[in-house]
């Protein structure tokens, strides 16, 4: 039987239904797929569902503010994803007159597309048979096939995609690929129940009793670690309470997200270094002439280059600031779960 022949055996009794499967209107299938690329299915469902819901067309979604979609974001984390989602909507209505891309080029030059996402919108709304490389289609191709080669690396990518370009079901590449995903995900998991294999006959890997040794894993760089101090000011706590929060510019991961007044250091502060150094932070930035605070428990952030160790400087003051850099606000606390905050001040507010 044909590879793809099998493969869709199998899928036809085991396969996913999943909203965003069997559809062929590109944006949402776009939508699923960005929401997906960091994120467990059964978490990215719920975003996918309400993303649809406050912006059913890629005309509402660029017509909405970045805050609008930062905020529906929340929780998801990598909010480079929501900034990029929102940017191309924009060059979708701008550039390309309000029609999504139809071919895979076009497709690649949404911000925030690899070659990956835009083999999956291609195949699944337009029928175009570009094969999807994902983690566990890496896993399985490697283990079927007995590849050695470095997985997630653009060489290992163009690999993979020539050799299934020559198995592919040019017909229903859409079916193919939905298949080939449910495939590495539910069946040749990482410890995989190769007695239920459809492919247990002709699996390299298998038959050479190396399972457990594919795929080969190109070697990560170290994180670096990064400490940082954040200082949550409150007063009028008796009165519902303030706070300042402080929009995050520049160009990293958590821009346009609101975050408390932020110190950083590259190592971790000894106690009585923190003590003078916020001293000295309290003053230069809120002209306190005193600063007494409680630490909370640290908290750890792992982002995919760096480790973020997170200690919270909270301080009852008698009356807010007079002074502040022009980029702090004071916010209710009562309103502050309405703004778009990164993961970790989430759990922190959570964790009081
Ligand atoms: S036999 Fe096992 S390792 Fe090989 S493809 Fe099937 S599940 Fe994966």
Redesign the pocket.
């Known amino acids: 039987m044909a590879f793809s022949d099998k493969l869709e055996a199998w899928y036809n009794d085991n396969g996913r239904t999943l909203p965003w499967r069997g559809i062929d209107d590109p944006y949402r299938i776009w939508l699923s797929e960005i929401i997906l690329q960091q994120t467990r299915i059964e978490q990215g469902r719920d975003y996918y569902l309400r993303f649809v819901e406050a912006f059913p067309t890629v005309a509402d979604l660029a017509a909405a503010s970045e805050e609008q979609v930062l905020r529906l974001w929340q929780g998801l984390g990598y909010y480079s994803r929501a900034r990029n989602l929102h940017a191309a909507a924009r060059y979708i209505m701008d550039e390309c007159g309000g029609r999504f891309p139809s071919t895979y080029e076009g497709i690649l030059k949404l911000k925030g597309v690899g070659r990956y996402t835009a083999a999956a919108i291609a195949s699944f709304a337009y029928r175009l048979p570009h094969p999807v490389i994902d983690g566990n289609v890496y896993r399985?191709i490697s283990?079927?096939r007995g590849i050695s080669t470095p997985i997630a690396t653009d060489a290992a990518y163009s690999e993979f995609e020539r050799l299934l370009l020559t198995l592919i079901d040019r017909r229903r590449p859409d079916r193919f690929n939905a298949a080939l995903m449910d495939f590495g995900s539910l069946?040749?998991r990482p410890a995989?129940d190769?007695a239920a294999?459809p492919?247990?006959d002709e699996?390299v890997?298998?038959l050479t009793d190396r399972?457990a040794l594919l795929p080969v894993k190109a070697p990560k760089a170290k994180p670096v670690d990064r400490w940082f101090y954040y200082f949550d000011l409150r007063w009028n706590s008796a009165g519902g309470g303030q706070t300042l929060m402080q929009r995050r510019a520049g160009k990293d991961i958590w821009r346009g997200l609101w975050q408390f007044p932020l110190m950083e250091a590259d190592h971790e502060l000894a106690p009585d270094e923190l003590a003078s150094s916020a001293r000295q932070f309290a003053e230069e930035n809120f002209q306190l002439p005193t600063f007494g605070y409680q630490l909370s428990a640290p908290f750890r952030h792992q982002l995919t280059h760096r480790t973020i160790h997170a200690l919270f400087l909270r301080a009852e003051l008698p009356s807010p600031p007079t002074v502040m850099p022009a980029d702090v606000s004071a916010v209710d606390l009562g309103q502050i779960k309405n703004i778009p905050l990164p993961r970790l001040i989430d759990r922190y507010l959570q964790n009081l």
């Open positions: 399985f283990r079927l069946q040749c995989p190769c294999c492919f247990a699996c890997a298998l399972v």
